[in-house]
C-alpha cells in the first residue's frame, strides 16, 4: 500500500533503491524492493520515466543476477522483465550484460 499514489512517486531515485533493494534476503525488505519495483513499472507514463533513469537502473539488476541465491537471481530476472517490458527496445543497449551473466549461471548449474 503507498502512501503517495505511485503515478506520482519520483522514479529518481524512489525506482533505483527499490532496484538495489532487489538484493534484499530479510522480509520485508524484500517483499517491498519487488512488489515496489513491478508496482512503479506498471504506472501510467513509467515507460518515459524509467527510460529517463535506464543506465542507473543498469548496475542494481546485474548486481541481484549475479548473486549465488537462487531467489536474488530470480527477482533479478523478473526486474529485468518488467524492465524489458516498460523500456522496450531502449534496454538492447545494455542486454549484453545480461546475457553473459545468465550463461554462465547455465554453465555453472548445468556443471554442478
Not at 16 to 45: M, S, W
Not at 56 to 64: E, R, V
Not at 87 to 97: E, Q, R, W
Request: aromatic letters at 8%; proline letters at 6%.
Amino acid at each position: 500500500m503507498w502512501n503517495t499514489p505511485p503515478e506520482k512517486v519520483p522514479f529518481d531515485p524512489i525506482l533505483v533503491i527499490l532496484a538495489e533493494g532487489l538484493r534484499e534476503t530479510q522480509h520485508p525488505f524484500n517483499f517491498v524492493a519487488r512488489e515496489g519495483f513491478k508496482d512503479l513499472l506498471q504506472t501510467h507514463n513509467a515507460s518515459e520515466k524509467a527510460i529517463e533513469i535506464l543506465p542507473k537502473l543498469i548496475i542494481p539488476i546485474k548486481n541481484a543476477i549475479v548473486l549465488d541465491n537462487d531467489e536474488i537471481f530470480e527477482s533479478g530476472l523478473n526486474a529485468l522483465v518488467q524492465l524489458s517490458d516498460a523500456v522496450g527496445s531502449y534496454l538492447n543497449a545494455h542486454i549484453k550484460i545480461y546475457l553473459s551473466i545468465i550463461d554462465s549461471k547455465k554453465i555453472q548449474r548445468s556443471s554442478d
